[in-house]
């Protein structure tokens, strides 16, 4: 609707996946204080996007909220059913991420068609790339910078060309 109510991280993240992978519908996931899901369609027009708590945020609240849990906070990643709490509320966490990812994925498929570029940025990539059955990812570590980069480069071509045009009259 409005982009100015969108953050310049997201923006700059979708430019920049739009200028590696044209005419190509595209999933942006950023995974840092937030996890971001933009979605933008093969004619990069933006479609809108989800945005979760991250690992932190939600371990945080439910050790804040819930009576009688306590969890260091870990992000290893284990392939066993948790058998202690500690375990459980971590291991909980990353399997809701996991299950969020695959469906975001599945309904970026579903409204774009297939097939969806996955575009993973941000402090939380690599545990998530780490996940088991997931989507294939296109991890793009400095994404964000690549767009500010981008938008920069774009809007000095915009200035010289109107500096060009305004000499033409």
Same mark, same amino acid.
């Given at each position: 609707?409005? !982009? ?12 920049? =996946?739009?200028?590696? %992978? !044209? ?13 971001? %899901? ?9 479609? *809108? ?5 991250? %690992?932190? $945020?939600?371990?945080? =609240?439910?050790?804040?909220? $819930? ?8 992000? @290893?990643? @284990?392939?066993? &059913? !948790?058998?202690? $709490? ?9 399997? %809701? &991420?996991?299950? *969020? &990812?695959?469906?975001?994925? @599945? ?43 981008? &938008?920069?480069?774009?809007? @000095?071509?915009? $200035? ?10």
């Amino acid at each position: 609707d409005n !982009p100015a109510q969108h953050g310049v991280d997201r923006w700059a993240a979708v430019v920049a =996946a739009c200028h590696s %992978f !044209p005419d190509t519908a595209i999933c942006v996931i950023s995974a840092g204080t937030a996890i971001t %899901f933009d979605l933008i369609d093969k004619n990069a027009q933006h479609l *809108g996007g989800y945005i979760l708590p991250s %690992f932190y $945020t939600m371990h945080k =609240a439910l050790l804040t909220d $819930t009576a009688n849990v306590n969890s260091a906070y870990s992000v @290893q990643l @284990q392939q066993d &059913i !948790p058998v202690n $709490t500690n375990d459980a509320v971590n291991q909980g966490l990353h399997k %809701f &991420i996991q299950s *969020g &990812i695959r469906d975001l994925y @599945q309904l970026a498929e579903n409204t774009m068609g297939k097939p969806v570029q996955v575009v993973l940025t941000g402090g939380f990539a690599e545990t998530i790339l780490a996940y088991p059955e997931m989507p294939d990812m296109c991890h793009k570590p400095d994404l964000v910078m690549q767009g500010l980069y981008d &938008i920069m480069q774009q809007r @000095q071509v915009d $200035t010289v060309s109107s500096e060009a045009a305004s000499l033409e009259k």
